[in-house]
């Protein structure tokens, strides 16, 4: 075993549909601790292979069970949030924006890195810090978990309509999209198809 001494880089284009079968329709996240996807020090921020093996069997057993995709927590004490497997994972608790920082086991996602910005030009309050399951929960509880969204660039911005952790079910925003979920949708579908200025040179015209 040893990395390969010459690689071939080449892209492939081709048109696509919506990465989810829900398209934009809130998905359905199951919150597991049983297993780990990643630790600091391993694959868990780099956009490889090995990266998404790790989280197959997770997310076969939630489809199963009627969800989309798995909410993995950190390997460590599998309490923080830490990211979908197939997107980043952003939250709001109250007017407090939450997303889980870039401490090695997530992936410095480009559309997360898009979503931070525009919030911010917005003014809204956006934290990049750890968020805790029993956080969420609490939140969901008292009324304040008010959207959770996932962001990535097949899946873009898409809405997570409720969360399942340990047997219970939090239903987001009556199951529906969010007006913060929507508008980030919207400003980026608009700045990738041309449809909106682009003050930070996010786009290339080729």
């Given at each position: 075993?040893?990395?390969?001494?010459?690689?071939?880089?080449?892209?492939?284009?081709?048109?696509?549909?919506?990465?989810?079968?829900?398209?934009?329709?809130?998905?359905?996240?199951?919150?597991?601790?049983?297993?780990?996807?990643?630790?600091?020090?391993?694959?868990g921020?780099?956009?490889?292979?090995?990266?998404?093996?790790?989280?197959?069997?997770?997310?076969?057993?939630?489809?199963?069970?009627?969800?989309?995709?798995?909410?993995?927590?950190?390997?460590?004490?599998?309490?923080?949030?830490?990211?979908?497997?197939?997107?980043?994972?952003?939250?709001?608790?109250?007017?407090?924006?939450?997303?889980?920082p870039?401490?090695?086991?997530?992936?410095?996602?480009?559309?997360?890195?898009?979503?931070?910005?525009?919030?911010?030009?917005?003014?809204?309050?956006?934290?990049?810090r750890?968020?805790?399951?029993?956080?969420v929960?609490?939140?969901?509880?008292?009324?304040?978990?008010?959207?959770?969204?996932?962001?990535?660039?097949?899946?873009?911005?898409?809405?997570?309509?409720?969360l399942?952790?340990?047997?219970?079910?939090?239903?987001?925003n009556?199951?529906?999209?969010?007006?913060?979920?929507?508008?980030?949708?919207?400003?980026?579908?608009?700045?990738?198809?041309?449809?909106?200025?682009?003050?930070?040179?996010?786009?290339?015209?080729?």
């Amino acid at each position: 075993m040893r990395p390969a001494k010459s690689y071939i880089y080449f892209v492939i284009l081709s048109p696509v549909g919506a990465y989810y079968p829900e398209g934009m329709a809130p998905v359905k996240i199951l919150v597991v601790d049983k297993y780990v996807r990643a630790v600091d020090g391993g694959v868990g921020g780099a956009k490889t292979p090995g990266n998404y093996a790790a989280s197959l069997f997770a997310s076969d057993e939630a489809k199963h069970e009627g969800f989309t995709q798995v909410l993995w927590l950190d390997g460590v004490h599998r309490k923080y949030l830490d990211e979908v497997g197939t997107m980043n994972i952003m939250v709001k608790i109250g007017d407090e924006i939450i997303t889980p920082p870039l401490t090695g086991t997530i992936l410095p996602g480009v559309t997360r890195d898009s979503a931070l910005a525009l919030m911010r030009k917005w003014g809204l309050k956006v934290s990049e810090r750890q968020v805790s399951i029993d956080e969420v929960v609490a939140a969901h509880g008292r009324g304040q978990l008010e959207e959770v969204w996932g962001t990535g660039t097949a899946a873009v911005i898409s809405p997570v309509g409720e969360l399942a952790y340990k047997g219970r079910k939090m239903v987001i925003n009556g199951g529906k999209i969010g007006p913060l979920t929507q508008r980030l949708y919207d400003a980026i579908v608009a700045i990738q198809y041309g449809q909106a200025p682009d003050p930070d040179g996010w786009t290339l015209t080729i």
